[in-house]
């Protein structure tokens, strides 16, 4: 079993539309958590990261949490061309290491 | 968020040279560094992890001697990729993190061997 997956998609949305990003890991260790967003030809960026049960709001993302069900999701609301991208999910146990899921590509439609 | 550089961009070299790429943390102290590789439409592949003063942590399959990792402060580490032949072509990608948990990506390096 993979330690992160993470449907590759293409996930195609139409813009203004809510694009849904989901993301299961296996080590219940798991403590820390970040989505990256990475344009083709570029570095990922990190636009969120939660650390607790629940959701977290930041602008038009939300990511949502659930430990007991080892899974993370990202909702971007009013998708936008520019949100087009391929999104990561990682996750970090406390140790060195943050472990990178391979990503899914998200396409917003105009 | 914290600002990480990577320097050069982009180097295009001859078979049989080495290449040093610097990656700096400009705005944070960084404890521990990464390096990572990533082929188009490919997912990163982390090639070594560094903390400063310490020698790095190569990840399996990934020859210690062709590259070679410095983390000489807790700013700046250096990737040399030795000996470069066609198939190290690829984007070679640092990241840094401080005291947190969050990890910061530099712009990334572009490396073409002819």
């Known amino acids: 079993q993979k330690e992160v997956e993470q449907n590759s998609g293409p996930l195609s949305v139409p813009e203004g539309a809510i694009a849904s990003l989901n993301c299961t890991y296996s080590?219940?260790?798991?403590?820390?958590f970040f989505w990256y967003r990475q344009y083709s030809g570029k570095s990922p960026e990190l636009i969120m990261f939660i650390y607790s049960n629940g959701d977290k709001e930041d602008g038009r993302f939300t990511a949502q949490l659930n430990k007991a069900s080892q899974y993370v999701s990202l909702l971007i609301r009013d998708s936008q061309p520019s949100d087009s991208a391929t999104y990561l999910c990682a996750f970090s146990t406390g140790g060195f290491k943050t472990i990178f899921g391979a990503g899914t590509r998200l396409f917003v439609k105009a | 968020g914290a600002v990480v550089s990577q320097h050069p961009s982009r180097v295009i070299c001859k078979s049989g040279t080495s290449v040093k790429i610097e990656c700096r943390s400009l705005?944070?102290?960084?404890?521990?560094m990464f390096w990572y590789r990533q082929f188009p439409k490919q997912s990163l592949m982390l090639m070594a992890t560094?903390?400063?003063?310490?020698?790095?942590?190569?990840e399996q399959g990934v020859e210690k001697d062709k590259f070679l990792i410095n983390h000489a402060s807790l700013t700046l580490s250096t990737l040399t990729v030795t000996s470069a032949h066609p198939e190290d072509s690829s984007f070679y990608i640092c990241s840094a993190r401080g005291t947190t948990n969050e990890q910061f990506f530099g712009p990334g390096t572009r490396l073409t061997v002819l």
């Open positions: 705005d944070f102290q960084a404890t521990t």
């Open positions: 560094s903390n400063e003063g310490s020698k790095a942590t190569y």
């Open positions: 080590d219940r260790g798991s403590q820390s």
